[in-house]
């Protein structure tokens, strides 16, 4: 990460990014609008389950989920743009029901399942890799995953564009 990113600020991206995550120094979900970039994105992605958080300005995070996966209801009251998100969750389908009901990750976490679902469906489109054959701890299949991510975002440029572009 920190090889993509080097010393790259949250706010020297061209848009404005928000990173969720939960702060386990004060107990609760926050949204960083600053710091380093890389150590942030990988903070959120620091599902307790599989990763360990980073420490950031003297701070634990983690991921935000089970608490909040996808704040678009935050995103949605404090701009007034649309809001796409990025769901990797593996064990959803593209209709954002489970896959698999013996997924133990899934099971774990079902009740935020809900209430991530209720708020990933209010976003004006969702970007959702196919990383089905892919599990959590794949990490010889990284490449497949880059790609699969890129496929993603290549099938629905054309609405992605027409979104951004107001």
Do not use: C
Request: aromatic share 10%.
């Amino acid at each position: 990460m920190k090889k993509v990113f080097n010393n790259k600020k949250i706010e020297d991206t061209y848009i404005p990014i928000k990173i969720g995550v939960f702060s386990e120094t004060d107990n609760k979900v926050e949204y960083l609008e600053q710091g380093p970039l890389s150590d942030s994105i990988l903070a959120a992605m620091a599902t307790p389950v599989l990763f360990r958080g980073k420490i950031i300005n003297g701070e634990f995070y983690r991921a935000a989920f089970p608490e909040s996966s996808f704040p678009v209801s935050k995103a949605k009251t404090e701009q007034n743009s649309p809001v796409l998100a990025v769901n990797v969750l593996k064990f959803l389908k593209n209709n954002f029901e489970v896959r698999e009901k013996k997924d133990r990750y899934a099971l774990e976490m079902s009740e935020s399942l809900e209430r991530s679902l209720d708020e990933l469906k209010k976003a004006d489109l969702v970007i959702q890799p196919d990383l089905q054959d892919i599990d959590y701890f794949d990490y010889e299949k990284r490449k497949t995953a880059e790609f699969r991510g890129k496929q993603a975002i290549d099938d629905i440029i054309v609405k992605i564009k027409a979104l951004t572009s107001n």
